[in-house]
C-alpha cells in the first residue's frame, strides 16, 4: 500500500512536470494561478481542445501562452478578445511586432515580439484573426 502511494506520487509529479513544459517551459513568473495545482491542468484542458495543437506549439514556442489564454485574461487580453477588434491578418502581424499598449489601458505593455519568425507571426496573426467574432 505505501509503494502504492509513492509511485502514485511519482506520477503526479511526472504529469506536472509536462503540463508545465507545454506551457511555456516553466518561466510563467507572471502567471498568478500558477500556485493552484488544479488550474495548469484544467488550463491545458481547455487551450488543447480548442487551439489546434499545431498553432498550440507555435505560440507556446514563442512564450505567447505565458501570456494569453484562448478565452480568459492572464497578464495579456484573451486572443478571443483580441479577435472581437476585428483586426485584419496584415494588421495584427504589425502589431506582434510593435504592440501598441494604449489599444488595452487595463494592461501592462507587451514587450514587442520582432524576433518571432516572420512565417510563425504570419500564421499566429491569421489564426487570430479567423477567431470567431461575436
Ligand atoms: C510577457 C507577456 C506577453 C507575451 C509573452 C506576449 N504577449 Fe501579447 N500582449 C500582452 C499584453 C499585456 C497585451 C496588452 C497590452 C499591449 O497590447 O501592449 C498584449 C497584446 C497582444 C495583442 C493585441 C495587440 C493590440 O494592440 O490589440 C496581440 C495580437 C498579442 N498580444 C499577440 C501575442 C503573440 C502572438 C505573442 C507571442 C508571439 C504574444 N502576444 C506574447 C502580453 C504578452
Redesign the pocket.
Known sequence: MKLFHTFSHAILALSCASITTACGGGSEP?TPEAPTMKLPAKKEQIVGTIIPSEMKSI?AK???L???KIDSKL???SFLD?AQ?G?TQKE?VQ??KE???E??PD?????P?AW?EGEQ?EA?AAW?AALPQE
Open positions: 507572471y505560440l514563442n512564450t505567447c505565458g501570456c494569453h497578464v495579456g487580453p483580441i477588434r483586426y495584427l502589431l506582434i504592440p501598441v499598449p489599444n488595452w494592461y501592462p505593455p507587451m514587450a515580439m518571432v507571426i499566429m487570430i
